[in-house]
């Protein structure tokens, strides 16, 4: 079995804190506030593309439909993966720089990226299994997360 580097989180965070610096630990938080903020449009999306399900039925926009609601989840976890997976892989690779040479900005990354593979592969690279299993996850997700919300009304 594989030697673990460290015993827990706690060890690796101290560890990194202690050997490289504070400052390594919040390395490519930048990219991972501009990734973040495309998902707005992910609850938004996926809000309304279930109120839409749902009026199709005839039913009040706020009752609870299960179908809908993995229907919306699923598209709307594509589509949120698909704008904002360009940013998570700069972010990446922000991240994994070794911790001892000076960061990248994003667009020096960027530009690497661009000259690494033709028509900008490289910002998409895994992208394909990465929506694959948005579909799924996100469908859950949503099912699971308007059950706790009547289970809540139920309180």
């Known amino acids: ?80 993966w698909a704008m904002a997976y360009p940013v998570d892989a700069i972010k990446t690779r922000i991240q994994a720089q070794p911790a001892k040479l000076p960061p990248l900005s994003a667009a020096e990354v960027a530009r690497q990226m661009k000259a690494e593979m033709p028509q900008y592969k490289a910002f998409t690279r895994g992208l394909g299994l990465t929506l694959l299993r948005s579909v799924p996850v996100n469908m859950v997700t949503f099912v699971v997360y308007e059950w706790v919300l009547e289970l809540r009304k139920q309180l």
């Open 1 to 80: 079995a594989p030697v673990a580097l460290y015993k827990n989180s706690l060890a690796c965070f101290v560890n990194v804190a202690q050997n490289q610096g504070p400052r390594t630990l919040f390395r490519g938080m930048g990219m991972t506030w501009v990734r973040d903020i495309t998902y707005g449009q992910y609850f938004g999306m996926y809000e309304w593309l279930k109120r839409s399900f749902i009026a199709r039925t005839g039913a009040d926009a706020d009752a609870s439909n299960p179908l809908a609601s993995a229907i919306a989840g699923g598209m709307s976890g594509l589509v949120g």
